[in-house]
């Protein structure tokens, strides 16, 4: 499967925004989709997860209760909305997918085989 990210741009501390990554192919519930994000001199962390077979959530400590992850497999599309942004969440933000990853790795770079090309979130002060 070939992932597209998009929707980054310049948003202002507090504001909101929604990123889009589209899938090339009908993923049904046979995918784990995730968002990853990279700052600035920065390793690439894990921000969010759908799980394929529950459609359970997870989240990174530092985005819970203002990012959603969410679905819409009609589309074959997955969206983090992002609220009550900070300086801090600042970084290119990449979605990734897996079919066969295991639940203890899923904050992992490494267990995910499909990467999108990454789009840029900056959020001024």
């Known amino acids: 499967v070939q992932l597209q990210a998009s929707g980054g741009g310049l948003v202002q501390a507090g504001g909101s925004l929604r990123l889009s990554c589209a899938a090339s192919?009908?993923?049904?519930?046979?995918?784990?989709f995730s968002w990853f994000r990279q700052g600035p001199g920065k390793e690439r962390e894990f921000v969010a997860a759908?799980?394929?077979?529950?459609?359970?959530?997870y989240y990174a400590d530092s985005v819970k209760g203002r990012f959603t992850i969410s679905r819409d497999k009609a589309k074959n599309t997955v969206y983090l909305q992002m609220n009550s942004l900070k300086p801090d969440d600042t970084a290119v933000y990449y979605c990734?997918?897996?079919?066969?990853?295991?639940?203890?790795?899923?904050?992992?770079?490494?267990?995910?085989?499909?990467w999108g090309q990454g789009t840029q979130l900056t959020v001024s002060s």
């Open positions: 192919e009908p993923t049904d519930s046979s995918y784990t």
């Open positions: 990734a997918a897996d079919r066969t990853l295991i639940l203890s790795t899923l904050r992992n770079v490494v267990a995910y085989n499909y």
């Open positions: 759908l799980w394929r077979s529950t459609g359970r959530t």
